[in-house]
């Protein structure tokens, strides 16, 4: 299936922990992006890769770092973890200047205990 | 500033039209975008304009006029399936491929 896809689905873990997501699409998209949403429902771009080269980075705490190993890839590193990181994190990804439609992954729900 | 303004909540009924308004302040505008989001879903793309004037997509149409900063989505025949958050974003003007996203407007379409 051509999809934007997402491990894991659900992440609870406790204060102080260090956890990874993982990103990947094969739609052949050259961007890839990291959103957080909460639990008011906004949701919050973080980060986005254009070909693997850092092209939006918001104000988020530097405990959060995102890396790419190639343009179909994006993980998403959090140390530290805090109770106020507790949301559903999506991954998402556009074709060239194609971004106004993205293709959104299935989501991460992350609970810090 | 940025600033997307939607109405928070909207209840409609099986079989009617209803009509989502979204108004943004921006610095720069090169597209304002509407998608659709089930509850625990990811958000799926509906509708792109940037031009003035009205978009039809089968059910869904999306309105635009940039000199009012306004859009509105209109959805008609509502089906039950339709219950779901509705959310307007708006792409700056610039390569970032950046979008300013709404926080959205619950819609819940009753028998």
């Known amino acids: 299936d051509t999809a934007v896809s997402q491990t894991p689905k659900y992440l609870v873990t406790q204060m102080g922990n260090d956890k990874s997501i993982k990103c990947e699409q094969n739609l052949g998209h050259d961007t890839m992006y990291w959103y957080k949403q909460d639990s008011k429902k906004f949701l919050k771009i973080m980060f986005s890769y254009n070909n693997k080269e850092l092209i939006i980075n918001e104000t988020v705490p530097n405990r959060f770092s995102p890396k790419s190993p190639d343009k179909a890839h994006l993980n998403l590193h959090i140390n530290s973890l805090e109770l106020g990181d507790s949301a559903v994190y999506f991954c998402?990804?556009?074709?060239?200047?194609?971004?106004?439609?993205?293709?959104f992954g299935p989501g991460t729900r992350l609970t810090v205990t | 500033g940025q600033n997307i303004d939607q109405p928070t909540e909207m209840t409609a009924t099986e079989g009617a039209i209803v009509q989502i308004n979204c108004t943004y302040q921006t610095s720069g505008f090169n597209g304002l975008f509407w998608y659709q989001q089930h509850a625990g879903e990811a958000p799926t793309f509906l509708s792109y304009?940037?031009l003035d004037g009205l978009e039809e997509k089968g059910r869904f149409s999306s309105f635009l006029s940039r000199s009012k900063g306004y859009s509105y989505l209109l959805l008609k025949e509502l089906q039950m399936k339709d219950s779901a958050s509705y959310l307007c974003?708006?792409?700056?003007?610039?390569?970032?491929?950046?979008?300013?996203w709404g926080l959205g407007t619950s819609l819940a379409v009753n028998p």
């Open positions: 304009n940037v």
């Open positions: 998402a990804s556009s074709q060239g200047d194609r971004s106004w439609e993205q293709y």
């Open positions: 974003a708006v792409k700056n003007a610039g390569n970032n491929r950046k979008l300013i």
